[in-house]
């Protein structure tokens, strides 16, 4: 397993360069480890990008403005969902 060290950096640098070239973003979804190796993320947190999960995200160091890009990019909800009746029941 590669080493953490500038983990977030590599990340931060990668999805700078989704932002910059959208028609890599559809690596994401097909390919994303060429992504992962290309920009040197550690693989331990190959799991955190695969399963986009807000929380693990931020666990890792993923600024929070990237994490929803991330979450956007691949397809995932950037908050959670409830229903609108939670403002409703609570008058």
Do not use: C
Request: a positive charge; glycine letters at 4%; proline letters at 8%.
């Amino acid at each position: 397993m590669k080493s953490s060290v500038g983990s977030p950096l590599a990340i931060h640098r990668m999805i700078e360069h989704l932002i910059s070239v959208p028609e890599d973003r559809a690596l994401l979804k097909s390919a994303p480890e060429q992504l992962f190796t290309r920009f040197q993320v550690p693989e331990e947190h190959y799991p955190a990008l695969l399963n986009s999960e807000r929380d693990a995200l931020a666990a890792i160091g993923v600024h929070g403005n990237y994490v929803v890009k991330w979450l956007i990019w691949t397809g995932r909800p950037t908050m959670p969902f409830f229903a609108l009746s939670y403002y409703f029941d609570r008058r």
